[in-house]
């Protein structure tokens, strides 16, 4: 398995091999070619910043995942969101420290942003916030539903900001989880998307069901006929008490490499999944090994699946966070966070994770969830 350092090098080579093959993928449109050799350009000069913290001794993770709001317009079955986040007596960090969480990162080296929520496109003005950053890429994971016309003409202009539309599959995967009519959002955020020559994804939460599905080559064609250019795969975690049957079997784990292998071989786009990617970079990369997860109201926990804080960006820099005792603990633990069954290491650690909380920081007002 390779050490904590030799992990993140290889995550980071990763990151601009990924880069490289959007950049083949979009070659023959010069005007948004030319925007993608300035984000590489961007994310080698984020890489030295990094290396100049690591130097002082401070690991800077490339990648955050922050749940921009909890607030969202759909009421998805099994939504982690929804059963491990929100809370209704805590407030959402505000539009001047989301700035200054942003300059902090930008200033850091943090290269990747994944916006998540809720729906983060209900947080007022968020396009036109991330657009004084054009040194991050900017993931926005979004329902589709808010990508209306005006949105799509700021998204033409933001070629540092990638929308990813969550997508189960077919009408009837998509709308049983979702909500009925959420499929022909997708559909016709996919059309304004594509019309507008804005670069965009899908992402998608792997399970049992549709599994077969989501990795059939003729369905994925169809996607990118569509102009769908990234495919995020997440495998199911059964953060909804009696979901366990949703997991991908062994088999379909096993299978998983296979099919990726032959994708990623065959057809023009980006394939990411997690936590199989993981995998072949050496493990878990939480905890900011390579990356972090910031909650709406500003705790920063190892990843979405393990939500525990000793931390608060209402109260301290990005920075000083980095030296969150749970943080540290949890990377140098010494303890194998294996995920070669296809499920997330943290959550199946939940118990040793919330034990180190509650002994680390006795005097913590952000309380762990159980695990049961």
Known sequence: MRTRNGTSTAFEATIFDTLRIGLRMIRRHPRIAARALRLLDQQRRAKKRRAHH??????VPPFLIYSITDRCNLDCEGCYDKLLHRSADRQELGDDRVRQLLEEARDLGVSIMLLA???????KDLLSLIAGFPEILFLVFTNGSLLDDTAIAQLRRLRHVVPVLSIEGDETLTDNRRGS????????????????NVFFGTSTT????????????????????????????????PVQPGTEHLQLTSDQVHDLERRLATLRRTLPAIFIAFPHDEVA????????????????????????FSPYSDVNLAKMSLLESLGSPLLQGILNSGVTLDETDGQC????????????????????????????
């Open 206 to 237: 792997l399970t049992h069901h549709n599994f077969d599905l989501h990795l059939d080559e003729s369905y994925l064609r169809q996607l990118i006929h569509r102009g769908c250019g990234l495919f995020y795969s997440i495998n199911y975690v």
């Open 181 to 196: 009519g959420t499929y022909r959002h997708v559909m016709n955020a996919m059309t304004r998307l594509q019309n507008g």
């Open 345 to 372: 290491a943290l959550w199946k650690r939940r118990a040793w994770v919330a034990e180190m909380l509650a002994q680390g920081s006795p005097d913590m007002d952000i309380l762990p969830h159980s695990d049961e």
């Open 281 to 304: 970079l050496g493990g878990c990369l939480a905890a900011g090994r390579g990356f972090l997860h910031i909650n709406a109201y500003g705790d920063v926990e190892p990843c979405p």
């Open 117 to 123: 929520g809720g729906e983060p496109l209900l947080r």
């Open 54 to 59: 690591e130097a002082a001794g401070v690991h």
